[in-house]
């Protein structure tokens, strides 16, 4: 092997060295705490929304088999558990933003 390629190896082990140094201070800055509670607030808020949806059609499904009034009873609880989860997320969404510790940064 030339010294010629050498040195280009050389070049390259740096460059690929500064290249993984440089990903790895990327990958290692974390999130702060507000933006964790923000995220975990986020996620607790999507699924009690999807919960009150799915308890409320299926406790419409069960009703309207026993009582064989079928798809009327589905249709109400459906939107039933649509308004509430639409109310307790706008109810949680307000108290996070009324809470002074959380800093918009």
Known sequence: MSQGACLADDRNNDELDRRIAKAKATAHRGVTDAEGRAESRGWAIGIEFVGSVLVGAFAGYLLDRWLDT???LMIVLLILGFAA???RA???SNQFDADP????K
């Open 101 to 104: 510790t959380n800093d918009q």
């Open 70 to 72: 079928t798809p009327w």
């Open 90 to 92: 706008i109810k949680t």
């Open 85 to 87: 989860g639409l109310r």
